[in-house]
């Protein structure tokens, strides 16, 4: 068995360093190598099956952790963490931003104007990624567009919740914001296996 590293990069720099007590000068050099353990041709098949099976292995830890953290939660009885995505997106969520201030209690803030002006198609998808217990402005939104009345034009929102932990989904199912989702047909939710 070979056991040789292969070259990928040597170098060196030479450094002088000087100490300000005694006046007297030292040289340095500095020497930095990359290396990585040759590929075996032979072993690729293997290697192959070998590689699929820690994905696997480390996909089935990582859904369990996250279905024991959301257990745990629905035990701690808190709410969603906050949210700012109408900040952080403006164009894509300015045709909603009037419609969630007026919803919001207290002082109304100013929608700033965007330029260049921002067109939004007449249907909206948004995936929610790693989506948890749901996103709070995004089911807040999901909410209010429910509860308007045929005379109000707004994009309709298509919204996709996908994660990993089927027990996040099972409790973002129960959440009542998701249900008046499922009621106007705008809302979706998997579990997704990165398995798969």
Known sequence: VCTKLELLELDYIQRIYRNRGDNSTRRRVWIQGRFRKPFDVANEKNHDVTSIGCINSHSATISKRWDNYYCTHATMK?????????????NEFSP????????????????????????VPDNVTIVDLGCGLGNTS????IQTLHQQTDEEVSPKVNAHFLDISSEAIRQLCNDERYQSGIASDSVESH??????
């Open 191 to 196: 579990v997704y296996d990165v398995r798969q």
């Open 78 to 90: 808190t709410s969603s963490l906050p949210s700012n995505l109408f900040q952080i997106f403006p």
């Open 96 to 119: 909603w931003q009037s419609l969630m201030k007026q919803q919001k209690k207290g002082k109304p803030q100013n929608v700033q104007s965007l330029e260049p002006s921002y067109s």
């Open 138 to 141: 995004l089911l807040n939104l």
